[in-house]
């Protein structure tokens, strides 16, 4: 004699649910996410690439004695703007500029306005002094803007 239990079989178990897209409105929901990150991808490479002076310069602001702080604004300067626009600019003309490119007013206060004056004949800085320069300088080279289609003039 059988036993009534022996009867019975295992519960039916569907397959899983596919992990693949059924409709091919997903395929163009993935091609234009995979677009856009391909994209955005490309356009922070190209902008670490355009930043590349800035990099070079702050590494060369940790170098540089504060009297020649104002020629590596200027070659920083000149990276980006034409030198007609540029190289001709000095005392309260290129703190101007300087102060105008990164939109703040670094330069036409004190002790970042010493700029010029350290730069054609020796002053005594105090360390507060050279400390708050280099922190400008620091500043300008990280928050300069690259001109659009209209030119600086001086």
């Known amino acids: 004699m059988t036993a009534p239990l022996?009867?019975?079989?295992?519960?039916?178990?569907p397959p899983p649910p596919s992990w693949r897209p059924q409709t091919i409105g997903w395929y163009a929901v993935f091609a234009i996410a995979a677009l856009l990150v391909l994209w955005f991808a490309g356009h922070l490479i190209r902008?670490?690439?355009a930043d590349r002076y800035r990099r070079e310069a702050l590494h060369e602001l940790a170098q540089v004695r504060p009297e020649q702080l104002s020629?590596?604004?200027?070659?920083?300067a000149l990276s980006l703007w034409?030198?007609?626009?540029?190289?001709s600019l000095s005392g309260d003309a290129w703190l101007k500029f300087l102060d105008?490119?990164?939109h703040s007013n670094l330069f036409q206060s004190a002790p970042a306005s010493l700029l010029e004056e350290i730069a054609?004949?020796?002053?005594?800085l105090s360390s507060e002094e050279e400390s708050a320069l280099r922190n400008a300088a620091a500043t300008w080279i990280r928050k300069h803007r690259r001109?659009?289609?209209?030119?600086?003039?001086?």
Not at 6 to 11: G, Q, R, S, V, Y
Not at 71 to 76: G, Q, W, Y
């Open 71 to 76: 020629e590596l604004l200027k070659r920083t």
């Open 82 to 87: 034409p030198s007609e626009s540029v190289a």
């Open 120 to 124: 054609l004949r020796p002053v005594s």
């Open 47 to 49: 902008r670490w690439i």
């Open 6 to 13: 022996d009867k019975l079989h295992d519960f039916y178990q």
């Open 100 to 102: 105008e490119s990164a």
């Open 147 to 154: 001109p659009g289609r209209q030119h600086v003039q001086a």
